[in-house]
């Protein structure tokens, strides 16, 4: 059974441009979940989605977008970028129908840093 | 609004001791709460989870307790060695799938 995988690891972009992160899901996982974590904090929800349809989000601008395609990957995308967008991104799968347990696997996420 | 709140922020023991982390939270109609472990700059790894209708879940040397109607989770990490140093992070999932995270408590284990 393959793990959320994210790419890239890691990139440095600059103020004013264009992101896009993506994000394989586990195995069988309809939900993609993706989530901002500063430095010394604890991750903060952007949004997730359930069968490519936007399913809940979080206080984030606009900016912050994304998809789900057939297969179950997910992208974020973020426009105009601002320094304060520099964070680790996690990605997060789980299954909600197959079980009562919700557990959610996370990726290895993409560090982005914004100059 | 769920708040996740852990302590202590940080932590330092020697090797061999028993510790317990905290976590609370504003609103006991939670679905599950998760504990995760993060190394840095690394991902999150989730340790255990405990569904509402549950007291307590165990994996090896850890155990998780789960008081509902108080707000309160505690993790229990037994004979703590170096490899255990990292950072611990709590979440709770209200039912929508979106976790609350609180801001982690940071464990050094000290050979």
């Known amino acids: 059974e393959t793990g959320v995988t994210q790419s890239p690891t890691h990139l440095i972009k600059t103020r004013g441009q264009q992101v896009t992160l993506r994000c394989s899901s586990q195995?069988?996982?309809?939900?993609v979940s993706w989530y901002q974590q500063a430095l010394g904090q604890g991750p903060q929800f952007i949004f997730q989605y359930y069968r490519e349809e936007e399913n809940g989000r979080g206080n984030f601008p606009p900016r912050f977008s994304g998809l789900q395609f057939p297969n179950y990957s997910s992208e974020l995308n973020v426009n105009a970028l601002e320094l304060d967008d520099s964070a680790l991104y996690l990605c997060?799968?789980?299954?909600?129908?197959?079980?009562?347990?919700?557990?959610?696997?996370f990726g290895p996420g993409t560090r982005l840093t914004v100059l | 609004k769920q708040e996740v709140t852990q302590i202590p922020a940080a932590l330092s023991v020697p090797e061999g001791e028993n510790l317990v982390l905290n976590c609370s939270f504003t609103?006991?109609?939670?679905?599950?709460l998760q504990w995760f472990r993060q190394d840095p700059g690394k991902g999150l790894t989730s340790l255990l989870l405990?569904?509402?209708?549950?007291r307590e879940q165990t994996s090896g040397r850890l155990n998780a307790s789960l008081d509902k109607s108080s707000g309160r989770s505690t993790l229990y990490i037994a004979a703590s060695q170096p490899g255990d140093s990292a950072t611990y992070l709590c979440a709770v999932n209200g039912g929508s799938e979106k976790l609350v995270f609180g801001k982690g408590t940071k464990l050094t284990v000290n050979p």
């Open positions: 405990i569904q509402s209708s549950q």
């Open positions: 609103d006991s109609a939670i679905y599950n």
């Open positions: 997060a799968s789980s299954i909600p129908e197959a079980s009562s347990y919700n557990e959610q696997f």
């Open positions: 195995s069988g996982h309809n939900t």
